[in-house]
Protein backbone atom coordinates (compact mmCIF):
# COMPACT_ATOMS: atom_id res chain seq x y z
CA UNK A 1 0.00 0.00 0.00
CA UNK A 2 1.17 3.13 -0.89
CA UNK A 3 2.45 5.79 1.90
CA UNK A 4 -0.52 8.38 0.63
CA UNK A 5 -3.25 5.60 0.44
CA UNK A 6 -2.26 4.58 3.94
CA UNK A 7 -2.16 8.11 4.95
CA UNK A 8 -5.74 8.15 3.64
CA UNK A 9 -7.28 4.90 5.07
CA UNK A 10 -5.87 6.54 9.08
CA UNK A 11 -8.10 9.94 7.99
CA UNK A 12 -10.79 7.99 7.33
CA UNK A 13 -10.47 6.06 10.38
CA UNK A 14 -10.87 9.44 12.35
CA UNK A 15 -13.36 10.89 10.17
CA UNK A 16 -16.31 10.44 12.33
CA UNK A 17 -14.62 12.55 15.28
CA UNK A 18 -13.37 15.29 13.06
CA UNK A 19 -16.57 15.88 11.85
CA UNK A 20 -18.57 15.57 15.36
CA UNK A 21 -15.84 18.18 16.26
CA UNK A 22 -16.58 20.60 13.57
CA UNK A 23 -20.35 20.20 13.56
CA UNK A 24 -20.18 21.42 17.36
CA UNK A 25 -17.98 24.17 16.30
CA UNK A 26 -19.42 25.24 13.62
CA UNK A 27 -23.01 24.45 14.42
CA UNK A 28 -23.61 23.57 10.30
CA UNK A 29 -23.53 20.17 8.56
CA UNK A 30 -22.53 21.35 5.40
CA UNK A 31 -19.57 23.85 6.58
CA UNK A 32 -18.65 20.97 9.02
CA UNK A 33 -18.03 18.38 6.09
CA UNK A 34 -15.85 21.76 4.52
CA UNK A 35 -13.87 21.42 6.96
CA UNK A 36 -12.70 18.35 7.48
CA UNK A 37 -12.37 18.17 3.86
CA UNK A 38 -9.91 20.78 4.50
CA UNK A 39 -8.51 19.15 7.23
CA UNK A 40 -7.65 15.90 4.96
CA UNK A 41 -6.18 18.51 2.32
CA UNK A 42 -3.75 20.18 4.68
CA UNK A 43 -2.79 16.40 6.12
CA UNK A 44 -2.27 15.58 2.79
CA UNK A 45 0.41 17.78 2.28
CA UNK A 46 2.38 17.31 5.70
CA UNK A 47 4.74 15.22 6.93
CA UNK A 48 2.84 12.47 9.67
CA UNK A 49 5.27 10.29 9.85
CA UNK A 50 6.78 11.55 13.29
CA UNK A 51 3.30 12.06 14.63
CA UNK A 52 2.62 9.90 17.58
CA UNK A 53 -0.85 10.13 18.32
CA UNK A 54 -2.06 10.85 15.16
CA UNK A 55 -6.31 11.10 15.91
CA UNK A 56 -5.13 13.86 18.19
CA UNK A 57 -3.24 15.93 15.89
CA UNK A 58 -6.41 15.57 12.90
CA UNK A 59 -8.49 17.07 15.91
CA UNK A 60 -6.32 20.34 15.98
CA UNK A 61 -6.03 20.39 12.57
CA UNK A 62 -9.65 20.78 11.96
CA UNK A 63 -9.96 22.58 14.81
CA UNK A 64 -7.45 25.52 13.42
CA UNK A 65 -9.28 25.10 9.79
CA UNK A 66 -12.63 26.08 12.38
CA UNK A 67 -11.29 28.69 13.75
CA UNK A 68 -10.08 30.11 10.30
CA UNK A 69 -13.89 29.50 9.39
CA UNK A 70 -15.08 31.35 12.12
CA UNK A 71 -12.75 34.01 12.36
CA UNK A 72 -13.24 34.67 8.32
CA UNK A 73 -17.76 34.73 9.51
CA UNK A 74 -16.77 37.39 12.10
CA UNK A 75 -14.82 40.24 9.52
CA UNK A 76 -17.74 39.14 6.78
CA UNK A 77 -20.52 40.53 9.60
CA UNK A 78 -18.20 43.74 10.10
CA UNK A 79 -20.25 44.42 6.74
CA UNK A 80 -24.36 45.46 6.63
CA UNK A 81 -26.59 42.98 6.58
CA UNK A 82 -28.15 43.90 3.03
CA UNK A 83 -31.90 42.87 1.43
CA UNK A 84 -30.59 40.64 -1.24
CA UNK A 85 -27.36 38.07 -0.62
CA UNK A 86 -25.38 36.08 -2.33
CA UNK A 87 -25.68 32.09 -1.90
CA UNK A 88 -22.45 30.45 -1.66
CA UNK A 89 -21.04 27.34 -3.14
CA UNK A 90 -22.20 25.36 -0.68
CA UNK A 91 -25.90 25.81 0.95
CA UNK A 92 -26.55 24.51 4.55
CA UNK A 93 -28.92 21.74 4.80
CA UNK A 94 -31.69 22.85 7.32
CA UNK A 95 -32.88 19.48 8.48
CA UNK A 96 -29.31 18.11 8.90
CA UNK A 97 -28.64 21.33 10.89
CA UNK A 98 -31.80 20.67 12.72
CA UNK A 99 -30.68 17.10 13.62
CA UNK A 100 -27.34 18.53 15.01
CA UNK A 101 -29.48 21.64 17.00
CA UNK A 102 -31.24 17.98 18.52
CA UNK A 103 -28.02 16.12 19.18
CA UNK A 104 -26.04 18.92 20.97
CA UNK A 105 -28.99 21.19 22.40
CA UNK A 106 -30.52 24.23 20.68
CA UNK A 107 -30.01 26.10 23.94
CA UNK A 108 -25.63 24.94 24.13
CA UNK A 109 -25.86 26.03 20.04
CA UNK A 110 -27.32 29.45 21.09
CA UNK A 111 -24.64 30.01 23.31
CA UNK A 112 -21.77 28.76 21.27
CA UNK A 113 -22.89 31.08 18.61
CA UNK A 114 -22.19 33.93 20.97
CA UNK A 115 -18.76 32.84 22.22
CA UNK A 116 -15.78 34.82 20.16
CA UNK A 117 -14.08 31.99 17.78
CA UNK A 118 -11.09 31.18 20.34
CA UNK A 119 -13.37 30.71 23.34
CA UNK A 120 -15.68 28.34 21.47
CA UNK A 121 -12.30 26.57 19.96
CA UNK A 122 -10.94 26.19 24.01
CA UNK A 123 -14.07 25.21 24.84
CA UNK A 124 -15.88 22.49 22.35
CA UNK A 125 -11.95 21.03 22.20
CA UNK A 126 -11.15 21.15 26.09
CA UNK A 127 -14.96 20.18 27.64
CA UNK A 128 -16.43 18.07 24.77
CA UNK A 129 -13.32 16.21 23.12
CA UNK A 130 -10.89 16.57 26.26
CA UNK A 131 -8.09 17.73 24.19
CA UNK A 132 -5.43 18.98 26.55
CA UNK A 133 -4.91 23.00 26.77
CA UNK A 134 -1.58 23.16 25.56
CA UNK A 135 -2.49 21.35 22.29
CA UNK A 136 -5.75 24.01 22.18
CA UNK A 137 -2.93 26.96 22.82
CA UNK A 138 -0.73 26.28 19.95
CA UNK A 139 -4.23 26.47 17.65
CA UNK A 140 -5.24 29.47 19.03
CA UNK A 141 -1.47 31.28 18.92
CA UNK A 142 -2.09 31.85 22.84
CA UNK A 143 -0.14 30.55 26.05
CA UNK A 144 -1.28 27.55 28.01
CA UNK A 145 -2.77 29.58 31.14
CA UNK A 146 -4.26 32.04 28.72
CA UNK A 147 -6.05 29.62 27.06
CA UNK A 148 -7.42 28.20 30.24
CA UNK A 149 -9.33 31.40 31.20
CA UNK A 150 -10.89 31.74 27.43
CA UNK A 151 -12.51 27.84 28.07
CA UNK A 152 -13.34 29.50 31.55
CA UNK A 153 -15.27 32.13 30.12
CA UNK A 154 -16.48 30.40 27.75
CA UNK A 155 -17.87 27.71 30.23
CA UNK A 156 -19.59 30.18 32.41
CA UNK A 157 -21.47 31.46 29.64
CA UNK A 158 -22.41 27.78 28.71
CA UNK A 159 -23.38 27.02 32.48
CA UNK A 160 -25.35 30.07 32.52
CA UNK A 161 -27.41 29.38 29.85
CA UNK A 162 -27.28 25.22 30.94
CA UNK A 163 -31.00 23.97 31.46
CA UNK A 164 -32.53 26.94 29.88
CA UNK A 165 -35.21 26.63 27.67
CA UNK A 166 -33.84 28.62 24.52
CA UNK A 167 -37.44 29.99 23.81
CA UNK A 168 -38.79 30.26 27.58
CA UNK A 169 -41.12 33.84 26.86
CA UNK A 170 -44.78 32.57 25.86
CA UNK A 171 -46.02 32.70 22.07
CA UNK A 172 -48.03 35.98 22.45
CA UNK A 173 -44.89 37.32 23.88
CA UNK A 174 -42.63 36.12 20.95
CA UNK A 175 -45.11 37.86 18.43
CA UNK A 176 -44.94 40.93 20.28
CA UNK A 177 -40.64 41.19 20.22
CA UNK A 178 -41.57 39.65 16.77
CA UNK A 179 -43.61 43.08 15.82
CA UNK A 180 -41.37 45.33 17.47
CA UNK A 181 -38.70 44.32 15.83
CA UNK A 182 -40.44 44.33 12.36
CA UNK A 183 -41.85 47.44 13.18
CA UNK A 184 -38.64 49.01 13.97
CA UNK A 185 -36.49 47.54 11.12
CA UNK A 186 -39.39 49.26 8.87
CA UNK A 187 -38.98 52.64 10.31
CA UNK A 188 -35.36 52.31 10.90
CA UNK A 189 -35.83 52.48 14.75
CA UNK A 190 -31.95 52.00 15.90
CA UNK A 191 -33.45 52.14 19.52
CA UNK A 192 -36.29 50.09 18.75
CA UNK A 193 -34.45 47.69 17.40
CA UNK A 194 -31.66 47.71 20.66
CA UNK A 195 -34.72 47.35 22.84
CA UNK A 196 -36.24 44.07 21.70
CA UNK A 197 -31.94 42.37 20.31
CA UNK A 198 -29.79 40.26 23.28
CA UNK A 199 -26.67 41.96 23.49
CA UNK A 200 -25.06 38.93 21.89
CA UNK A 201 -27.64 38.08 19.24
CA UNK A 202 -26.73 36.40 16.05
CA UNK A 203 -28.16 36.63 12.58
CA UNK A 204 -27.09 34.03 10.35
CA UNK A 205 -27.65 34.23 6.67
CA UNK A 206 -26.58 32.30 3.24
CA UNK A 207 -23.58 34.93 2.93
CA UNK A 208 -22.85 34.76 6.66
CA UNK A 209 -22.70 35.70 10.43
CA UNK A 210 -23.04 38.78 12.00
CA UNK A 211 -23.19 39.46 15.73
CA UNK A 212 -23.76 42.03 18.49
CA UNK A 213 -27.11 43.88 19.05
CA UNK A 214 -25.14 46.82 17.23
CA UNK A 215 -24.59 45.30 14.16
CA UNK A 216 -27.22 43.63 13.74
CA UNK A 217 -29.28 46.81 14.52
CA UNK A 218 -27.98 48.97 11.95
CA UNK A 219 -27.73 46.35 9.40
CA UNK A 220 -31.79 45.71 10.20
CA UNK A 221 -32.43 49.33 10.13
CA UNK A 222 -31.46 49.52 6.76
CA UNK A 223 -32.63 46.17 5.55
CA UNK A 224 -36.02 47.07 6.76
CA UNK A 225 -36.53 50.33 4.39
CA UNK A 226 -35.89 47.77 1.61
CA UNK A 227 -38.56 45.26 2.73
CA UNK A 228 -41.23 44.51 -0.44
CA UNK A 229 -44.04 42.77 -0.43
CA UNK A 230 -46.01 41.53 2.54
CA UNK A 231 -44.87 40.64 6.33
CA UNK A 232 -46.65 37.99 7.86
CA UNK A 233 -46.38 36.36 11.47
CA UNK A 234 -45.74 32.56 10.35
CA UNK A 235 -44.23 29.25 11.81
CA UNK A 236 -40.94 28.61 10.20
CA UNK A 237 -40.01 24.86 10.72
CA UNK A 238 -41.91 25.52 14.08
CA UNK A 239 -40.00 28.21 15.05
CA UNK A 240 -41.94 31.94 15.59
CA UNK A 241 -41.14 34.22 13.10
CA UNK A 242 -41.91 35.78 9.95
CA UNK A 243 -42.77 35.08 6.12
CA UNK A 244 -42.03 38.03 3.68
CA UNK A 245 -44.54 37.50 0.55
CA UNK A 246 -44.78 38.83 -3.02
CA UNK A 247 -47.58 38.49 -5.10
CA UNK A 248 -48.63 35.47 -2.20
CA UNK A 249 -45.44 33.62 -2.63
CA UNK A 250 -43.03 32.80 0.22
CA UNK A 251 -40.38 34.75 -0.98
CA UNK A 252 -38.13 35.13 2.00
CA UNK A 253 -38.20 33.87 5.79
CA UNK A 254 -36.92 34.84 9.09
CA UNK A 255 -37.09 32.07 11.78
CA UNK A 256 -36.18 33.59 15.63
CA UNK A 257 -35.33 32.27 18.73
CA UNK A 258 -35.37 33.64 22.17
CA UNK A 259 -33.64 33.70 25.55
CA UNK A 260 -34.48 36.10 28.57
CA UNK A 261 -37.05 37.69 27.06
CA UNK A 262 -34.77 39.07 23.78
CA UNK A 263 -34.39 38.01 20.10
CA UNK A 264 -31.01 36.11 20.30
CA UNK A 265 -30.89 34.32 16.76
CA UNK A 266 -32.88 35.20 13.83
CA UNK A 267 -32.17 32.81 10.72
CA UNK A 268 -32.83 34.64 7.20
CA UNK A 269 -33.43 32.49 4.15
CA UNK A 270 -33.83 34.15 1.19
CA UNK A 271 -32.36 31.14 -1.42
CA UNK A 272 -35.49 30.41 -3.79
CA UNK A 273 -34.27 26.65 -3.31
CA UNK A 274 -34.44 26.77 0.26
CA UNK A 275 -37.40 28.59 0.94
CA UNK A 276 -39.13 26.59 -0.90
CA UNK A 277 -38.16 23.29 1.16
CA UNK A 278 -39.23 25.02 4.58
CA UNK A 279 -41.97 24.40 6.30
CA UNK A 280 -43.65 27.53 6.78
CA UNK A 281 -47.22 28.28 7.92
CA UNK A 282 -48.79 31.66 8.18
CA UNK A 283 -50.43 32.77 11.65
Known amino acids: MRDEDFLAERFEAHRGQLRAVAQRMLGSVAEAEDAVQEAWVRTSRSDTTRVDNLGGWLTTVV??????????RRSRAEQPLEPEVPVPAT???????????????????VVLDTLTPAERLAFVLHDLFAVPYDEIAGVIGKSSAATRQLASR???????????DPDPVTPARRRELVDAFLA???EGDFEGLLEVLDPDVVVRTEAGVTTGALAVAKGASGYGRHIVGVAAPALVEGRTGIALLRDG??????????VHDRIAVIDITTDPARVARTDVTLL
Open 91 to 109: VPDPEQDALLADSVGSALL
Open 63 to 72: GRVCLDMLRS
Open 154 to 164: ARRRVRGTQDV
Open 184 to 186: AAR
Open 249 to 258: RVERTLAFTF
